[in-house]
T-cell receptor, first 116, second 115 residues
């Protein structure tokens, strides 16, 4: 079974600085999707960025980018120019591309604090 | 475009009772998945429905069940509630979960407290 590990329970960064959240995963599959979701106090999970495992190029969405290292099974999220609105829980998630038999597998999350 | 709507937002039930939670997906989305979120276990996959059929199921006891209607709305039922069922229950909809390119859109969840 696949597992997702987020080793940083909490991270703190100054507003306008850059922060990187770590995620590692374990799977025997070669084709899959990886996601970063953000969960603010409103509780709704919001998709931040998505990466297809067969693509070498790292995904980017405005201030958010990933460093996808398939061989190392690492998928970190970089947030540039941090804003107060970025404060939230961030979850890394995995899904096998052959169908959602196990749904999304989530890590335990990283609580991101933005210092003004 | 309306998002994923979950009702009710909060619920308090007594041990032994049963509860039904509702999820209305984004218009046009045919896949609805349910997740349980607790401080101890994190986010865990319950099940997924697609075109009124349960397509996938997580590792939860049979007390947890669900269904999907022809309009894609889904309900989740938990019978004989236990204290450990206290959690945030999240619903996610997608055009078709078999393709991760579609992505998942989550609702704001139902906070269930069992006393």
């Amino acid at each position: 079974a696949q597992t997702v590990t987020q080793s940083q329970p909490e991270m703190s960064v100054q507003e306008a600085e850059t922060v990187t959240l770590s995620c590692t995963y374990d799977t025997s599959e070669s084709d899959y999707y990886l996601f970063w979701y953000k969960q603010p106090p409103s509780r709704q999970m919001i998709l931040v960025i998505r990466q297809e495992a067969y693509k070498q190029q790292n995904a980017t969405e405005n201030r958010f980018s990933v460093n996808f290292q398939k061989a190392a099974k690492s998928f970190s999220l970089k947030i540039s120019d941090s804003q107060l609105g970025d404060a939230a829980m961030y979850f890394c998630a995995y899904m096998y591309s052959g169908g959602g038999a196990d749904g999304l597998t989530f890590g335990k999350g990283t609580h991101l604090i933005i210092q003004p | 475009k309306a998002g994923v709507t979950q009702t009710p937002r909060y619920l308090i039930k007594t041990r032994g009772q049963q509860v039904t939670l509702s999820c209305s997906p984004i218009s046009g989305h045919r896949s609805v998945s349910w997740y349980q979120q607790t401080p101890g276990q994190g986010l865990q996959f319950l099940f997924e429905y697609f075109s009124e059929t349960q397509r996938n199921k997580g590792n939860f006891p049979g007390r947890f069940s669900g269904r999907q209607f022809s309009n894609s709305r889904s309900e989740m039922n938990v019978s004989t509630l236990e204290l450990g069922d206290s959690a945030l229950y999240l619903c996610a909809s997608s055009l078709d979960s078999a393709d991760g390119n579609y992505g998942y859109t989550f609702g704001s969840g139902t906070r269930l407290t069992v006393v």
